[in-house]
């Protein structure tokens, strides 16, 4: 099943409310990827850069029956993007490939680092911008 996944800056739930499948030139710091299910990768990211149990991300646009929806990730997660080493980064990228394959969503380590790497980056940015970091993704 294709999946379109989009990680952005915004300032509030307001202008997420704007973004999506339909309007993916909306102007906001973004990183675009595919082919998983984001709301799951977070809370696995969260364990592996910062240790013990995720936290729930906060819903911004529920899910109706359209497989639209958008949420923002916990702090905890993007304080532990920006505080990673790029080699840190790559080695929990591996680790989440391979928790993909046993969870049969086959990310290939390579792709994983590429998104952890932009994700870091767009954390940042979050961080600079002193706005919270969202997600949207569509799953038909």
Request: proline content about 6%.
């Amino acid at each position: 099943m294709p999946i379109t996944v989009e990680f952005f800056v915004a300032p509030d739930d307001e202008v997420t409310a704007q973004v999506g499948p339909r309007q993916r030139r909306h102007g906001l710091p973004a990183f675009a990827c595919a082919d998983f299910f984001p709301d799951d990768a977070v809370a696995d990211w969260e364990v592996l850069l910062a240790g013990g149990v995720a936290t729930d991300s906060r819903v911004a646009v529920p899910m109706k029956n359209d497989g639209f929806t958008v949420f923002e990730l916990p702090s905890r997660l993007c304080s532990a993007l920006v505080q990673a080493s790029s080699s840190r980064l790559v080695e929990v990228a591996g680790a989440w490939a391979e928790l993909a394959t046993v969870k049969d969503e086959g990310v290939r380590a390579e792709t994983a680092a590429e998104i952890l790497m932009g994700l870091a980056d767009l954390a940042r940015r979050a961080e600079s911008l002193r706005q919270p970091l969202y997600c949207w993704y569509f799953a038909p």
